[in-house]
């Protein structure tokens, strides 16, 4: 129908062409080299117009356009049960109900032979101390896997003991997100893997040149590439192996996961009312299933806004906002939650020791949502205008809705792939 709308726009244009044209030139007396300049000049105009009104006036998105486009939209929003305005700060709705489960990584359905022994490399590179000008420390160092990824310090030890200004982000599961570093600066594990090779108080080298070099000085590396590349070694290739390996550690198999999947008894009472209340207070918005971080999605910004609402002494008491993250403009890539409760300690700088306080301190400054002393929130008691009463509980969270929220967080955790240091 589309094609049958713009033929007849052509046609109708070709007719006003030919009227609008004829009349002028015959009025202004015009030469025939000028007729057809005039002609085209207006012909083109009344085409173009009449074909844009045809494809506006008729085309519709298509489905899935438009369910991006909703999905991805950052809004002062109503909340979902239309009771509460968001005062200040940005909320980001989710139109889905039903949780997701994690997907099979594309590594594992491209499981080829090459790949197999890029990533044999890429284990042995992340392992390797010789990496850094000390000799001592390694991609494992900070993020160790078996005690969830990340190396259990505010902020990490490089070289010569010298220490970073952030805490170590977990490595696992770091193959479904976009954006990597807290600040989201790298846009690939490719790129990431490059970073901490050159920082001066991480592993300290030179250059990218240096890690080629050191590289290259190993037989068992320039056979490895040897085999899969014809070109020399290069720092590209370096970090593809790194991240290939780094893409192979995965958690799968949470209780979460499971209760997804079709087992209703993976979930105790408690993690499913933590489950609820991790939606309905909105902490979904920015940690969104099966990633549980909008990193990890392709339809809405890897960034969020830390804090939302100013003013709260967790704030200064944990000294939250010294550090401004990306470009210190208050704009932090939203860090993944699964096996949350495996790397302590928490936020930016590491400074919060639980899980509780971190719920309690992202219910209070992100969702502006009141943490009190009692077991439960209160039920608030309003009426409609025949008087009739509409129960709610209050925007606050109790002790046993903060308690819920940290079971059904560490039902996030999944089996940690077990590897063994080649180096040993």
């Known amino acids: 129908m589309t094609l049958l709308y713009i033929f007849i726009a052509l046609l109708a244009g070709l007719f006003a062409l030919f009227l609008v044209s004829s009349e002028l030139s015959g009025t202004l007396k015009l030469s025939l080299k000028s007729r057809i ?14 074909i844009k009104a045809a494809v506006i006036s008729y085309l519709t998105p298509s489905e899935t356009l438009a369910m991006v486009s909703t999905s991805s939209r950052a809004v002062n929003s109503v909340r979902t049960d239309h009771s509460h305005i968001e005062p200040r700060g940005l909320s980001y709705r989710i139109d889905r109900e039903s949780w997701r489960s994690l997907p099979v990584p594309k590594e594992e359905l491209q499981d080829t032979d090459r790949i197999r022994k890029l990533i044999k490399l890429g284990e042995r590179l992340f392992f390797d101390t010789r990496l850094s000008s000390s000799g001592s420390v390694s991609c494992a160092s900070c993020h160790v896997i078996g005690l969830g990824g990340d190396d259990g310090k505010e902020v990490s030890t490089g070289i010569d003991g010298l220490k970073g200004d952030r805490n170590a982000p977990t490595v696992l599961n770091s193959s479904y997100l976009r954006r990597f570093f807290w600040d989201g600066r790298a846009a690939s594990l490719e790129e990431q893997a490059k970073g901490p090779l050159v920082n001066p108080v991480e592993m300290g080298l030179r250059s990218l040149d240096q890690a080629v070099g050191i590289v290259s000085r190993d037989p068992v590396y320039v056979s490895g590439f040897k085999t899969l590349y014809s070109e020399d070694l290069n720092i590209d290739q370096i970090a593809k192996a790194i991240a290939a390996f780094e893409r192979t550690l995965t958690t799968g198999l949470s209780p979460y ?13 408690s993690e499913l ?40 002494d967790l704030l200064e008491r944990h000294d939250l906002t010294r550090d401004r ?61 025949q008087g009739r009463p509409i129960l709610k509980k209050d925007q606050s969270l109790g002790n046993q809705d903060v308690e819920d929220i940290v079971n059904f967080l560490k039902a996030l955790s999944g089996d940690i792939p077990m590897i063994t240091n080649p180096w040993r």
Not at 37 to 50: R, T, Y
Not at 291 to 304: D, L, N
Request: a neutral charge; aromatic letters at 10%; one cysteine or more.
């Open 325 to 385: 993250g990306r470009n210190q403009s208050g704009v932090w890539r939203v860090p993944s939650l699964r096996n949350v409760a495996e790397t302590a300690p928490y936020f930016h700088n590491g400074s919060v020791q639980s899980l509780k306080e971190a719920v309690q301190i992202m219910a209070t400054v992100q969702r502006g949502w009141t943490v009190t002393r009692e077991e439960e929130a209160p039920i608030r008691i309003t009426r409609d205008q």
């Open 273 to 312: 009312r933590g489950m609820q209340l991790f939606d309905e207070v909105g902490c979904r918005s920015c940690h969104e299933d099966p990633w549980f971080t909008v990193a990890g999605s392709s339809h809405t910004s890897p960034y969020r806004v830390f804090p939302v609402y100013q003013g709260s």
């Open 257 to 269: 996961d499971r209760f997804v999947n079709g087992d209703n008894q993976a979930l105790s009472a």
């Open 37 to 50: 300049i005039l002609g085209a000049m207006m012909g083109f105009g009344v085409i173009g117009v009449s």
